[in-house]
């Protein structure tokens, strides 16, 4: 039952048909700071590649499945998104080719899929893909002046002077910049103390990136606290503030449970030395920053790229649509899946392809309103990223965000 759905559901291409536009191509090439594109080409139709981790190859298809493996369900989520988002398109009179592959595949993973091709005649490569795949990826996209989004890794993959390579998910720097910036903006007379554990190479760059941020001045209250085990030294965390003075702590523990706990060892404090806490951004997993009984008194911040606030009537759109075509109620990857589809593809339309040097107009957001801006060292373009992000607060068990 379910591999007849799939086979049905899952094709190869998906044609999305509509008013044809002339094809207008220009000579003249465009110079935008840091890198020169070909001048921008509208076309009659425009090819779409989706790379999205479904693992169909990894299903004994002739047992009778009930319910799909979970490992499936993230790249499948994505792809319905897609569909979602593909369907609105047509009906606004958009003409697309949308071509789905499995990165997963046996036959044709990101490495065969190069290389056999098929992704040469794109203009448009959008990505859910893994660190290695979005090295290959972002690579070719270079290579054959293609653009390639990442949709949902915040990793660059190590690229350097690609302007083919976008990053929808900000990067754990842009997140720690964001927190750095509110501390200095909305408490500027605070003791900061950020805390971290040495034996974590990706903590220990985050503690560096909010040292070395070059947009915003380190605190005069500043220090650094090394956490040498799962138990935060309270007594030398006192030390190190001036007690009359507010004290915002950047926790700076990426494991969201192990945060978790130090959170709660920290609130029994928070009243009496006026604590609020700063998180990384993976604390968005965490269910119990919404219990009224656990942190209470004590702020607690993080930064996050996507809000569903589901009672907009955006969400409600792609909720709707997803009911109706695929029943029950979608997550989150789901809504990632339709907006990096609906903007980049409106952005085409609109501007033809490259559409670099208006990579920034954000009109075409749905939900989330993208900031899409060229990531720059020694002067050259690096990369694009979305440099959006929303504060999130937690206090007494009550969200809210700015």
């Not at 690229?159 to 720097?173: A, D, H, K, M, V």
């Amino acid at each position: 039952m379910i591999r007849t759905f799939l086979v049905g559901w899952l094709a190869v291409c998906s044609f999305i048909s509509a008013s044809a536009q002339k094809t207008v191509k220009e000579e003249v090439p465009v110079v935008t700071k840091g890198y020169t594109y070909p001048k921008a080409e509208r076309k009659e139709k425009y090819k779409i590649a989706v790379l999205t981790p479904m693992y169909l190859d990894s299903v004994e298809w002739d047992k009778d499945l009930v319910h799909l493996p979970k490992f499936m369900m993230p790249g499948i989520d994505f792809y319905q998104g897609i569909q979602i988002a593909a369907d609105t398109l047509r009906q606004q009179g958009f003409k697309l080719e949308i071509y789905v592959h499995d990165s997963k595949s046996n036959y044709f993973n990101v490495q065969n899929l190069i290389e056999s091709d098929r992704l040469d005649s794109m203009d448009l490569i959008i990505g859910n893909a893994s660190v290695s795949d979005l090295k290959l990826l972002g690579e070719f996209a270079k290579k054959k002046q293609i653009n390639f989004i990442s949709a949902v890794s915040p990793s660059d993959a190590d690229q350097e002077n690609n302007p083919y390579f976008t990053i929808l998910q900000p990067r754990l720097s842009s997140h720690i910049e964001k927190m750095h910036r509110v501390i200095n903006n909305k408490f500027p007379y605070d003791n900061v103390v950020y805390l971290y554990r040495s034996g974590n190479n990706s903590e220990k760059n985050g503690l560096q990136y909010f040292k070395n941020d070059i947009l915003n001045a380190l605190p005069s209250r500043f220090v650094e606290m090394e956490l040498k085990g799962e138990e935060i030294n309270i007594a030398g965390l006192v030390k190190q503030i001036d007690t009359t003075n507010n004290t915002s702590i950047v926790l700076g523990v990426l494991d969201p449970a192990m945060a978790y706990k130090y959170l709660k060892q920290l609130q029994p404090f928070a009243e009496h030395y006026n604590l609020k806490v700063f998180c990384m951004p993976t604390m968005e997993s965490v269910k119990g920053l919404d219990k009224q009984d656990e942190l209470n008194g004590m702020p607690v911040f993080y930064t996050a790229a996507y809000i569903i606030d589901k009672i907009t009537p955006a969400s409600q759109y792609i909720t709707k649509k997803y009911k109706a075509r695929f029943g029950g109620t979608p997550s989150d990857i789901v809504y990632k899946g339709f907006e990096s589809l609906n903007f980049f593809a409106n952005l085409m339309i609109r501007y033809g392809v490259p559409f670099n040097t208006h990579i920034s107009d954000n009109s075409y957001t749905f939900i989330t309103p993208y900031k899409i801006m060229p990531i720059k060292e020694g002067g050259k373009l690096m990369f694009y990223e979305n440099k959006f992000l929303y504060l999130i607060r937690y206090e007494n068990g009550i969200m809210s965000y700015e």
